[in-house]
Structures are given as C-alpha cells and as structure tokens.
C-alpha cells in the first residue's frame, strides 16, 4: 500500500511538473494608479501640474536696478468647474533673499535678480501672497500667468549665469 502511495504521489509530481514547464513565463509588472478627489469647484488638468517655464537668455541690461525682464506666460488649465466662484493663486518656494516677493533664482551661478510672477492683468503675484480674486465660471478654464526676472533691489547688477529655481503653486476658491 505505502509503494502504491508512494508511486502515485511520484506520478502526480511528474504532472504537476510537466505542466507548470509547459506553460512559459511572459514577465508581468506593477500598474500605479494614481490621482485624487477634490472638493473644490474645479479640477487642475494633468498637463498644467508640472511644468517647465523657460525663461530662456536675458539680457543684465534689462533687468539691472530692479527693472523686470521680458514676461512669458504660463498656464494653469482648470476643468470641470461645476459652479461659478473666485479662485486665488499663491506661489510658493525660497524667498530672494534681498526681495522677498520674489523666487530665489536657486542654481546656477547668475546673481542680482529674482523670478516675479505675474496675472493676466499684469499684477506681480508676491511670493507666498495671494493673488487678487479671479471670475471662474462653469466648465473649463484657463488660468493666464507670467514669470519674469527682475533685479532684485533698485541699485541691483545682476551677473551673467545659469539658473534653475522650483516653485509651486496653490489654488484657494472662494
């Protein structure tokens, strides 16, 4: 009886084995689903939630005692909007440290300016400081903003160099 056992847990190894070769392994992977669940009136589309602003070359000349640089815009695309209301941007990170209004130019090696923002009727957005209210209404919409250089004091050189500078922005609905 124990061979008879024996033998046929044997056989039952031997299929179990055949089958599990038979069948070929195709890899496999991770899926990541991610987002979330807002309450505000409006929805931030996914391309305007990390962007790339360039600046690109400015002249010293142009911004040197506090005067700002050439301004490009920038948009921050709202969806889904389901009640007419007011929304505030802020813009948040490391404070100039002579002007604190403005973004710190972070890296590189050019000095003498800072990263202002700007909203669609021109308004310098200080850093960490509200905007003024801004009419959203029902569906979509966009946000139209700026970023500059602009010397950082009114008897500001700014020195030639590369620069690389993080913010982040925050949106209060009223």
């Known amino acids: 009886m ?3 056992i024996m033998a046929a847990a044997l056989l039952a190894a031997g299929i179990s084995v055949s089958v599990a070769q038979a069948a070929t392994d ?18 931030i589309h996914p391309s305007s939630v990390d962007q790339l602003v360039e600046l690109g070359a400015v002249s010293s000349s142009t911004i040197n005692g506090g005067k700002v640089g050439r301004k490009v815009p920038f948009e921050i695309k709202l969806q889904d909007c389901d009640a007419p209301s ?4 802020s813009i948040w990170g490391v404070e100039d440290k002579y002007d604190s209004t403005l973004l710190h130019l972070g890296s590189g090696t050019a000095t ?5 923002f700007f909203d669609s009727t021109e308004s310098q957005i200080k850093l960490g400081e509200n905007s003024r209210d801004i009419q959203v ?10 970023a500059a250089l602009k010397g950082n004091s009114t008897d ?4 030639p160099g590369p620069f690389s500078s993080t913010a982040t922005f925050k949106l209060e609905y009223n």
Do not use: H, Y
Not at 138 to 143: K, N, S, V, Y
């Open 156 to 159: 500001s050189v700014a020195e």
């Open 2 to 4: 124990r061979m008879k």
């Open 26 to 43: 195709g890899g496999g992977g991770n899926l990541t689903i991610s987002g979330s669940i807002v309450q505000p009136p409006c929805s």
């Open 86 to 89: 007011t929304v505030r941007v």
């Open 112 to 116: 003498g300016a800072g990263i202002a």
């Open 137 to 146: 209404p029902i569906g979509d919409f966009t946000l139209a903003l700026s």
